[in-house]
């Protein structure tokens, strides 16, 4: 079993910057790929970025390529997504999610296997 537990959202300004974090617990996350996906009130979950279980591998969603970055720390199982340049149309909730196999990860959500709870992220214009 794994818990997820997302953290560094917050209200910033068009063009400001957060970091979110994504701490787990229980196993290591050394074989799972994890990706952070958002949600917008009113409209479907949507992929942001995956990254792959060795960390070689990122894919970013079209709409946040340039401005966000995956990374990954294995040695305190945790998971970043670096938000630059943020835009009013990123305001959602961010969710951070992990997928159990030695896997290059997914854009789609249903392949995952652990969620956390969410982060709000609220961009100002």
């Known amino acids: 079993q794994v818990q997820l537990v997302e953290s560094g959202g917050g209200l910033v300004q068009a063009g400001g910057a957060l970091r979110l974090s994504c701490a787990a617990s229980g196993r290591t996350l050394r074989t799972y790929a994890m990706a952070w996906f958002r949600q917008a009130p009113g409209k479907e979950r949507e992929f942001v970025a995956t990254?792959?279980?060795?960390?070689?591998?990122?894919n970013y969603a079209d709409s946040v390529k340039g401005r966000f970055t995956i990374s990954r720390d294995n040695a305190p199982k945790t998971v970043y997504l670096q938000m630059n340049s943020l835009k009013p149309e990123d305001t959602a909730v961010y969710y951070c999610?992990?997928?159990?196999?030695?896997?290059?990860?997914?854009?789609?959500?249903?392949?995952?296997?652990?969620w956390g709870q969410g982060t709000q992220v609220t961009v100002s214009s």
């Open positions: 999610a992990a997928m159990s196999t030695y896997s290059s990860g997914s854009l789609l959500w249903d392949e995952y296997d652990y």
């Open positions: 990254i792959s279980w060795s960390g070689g591998l990122t």
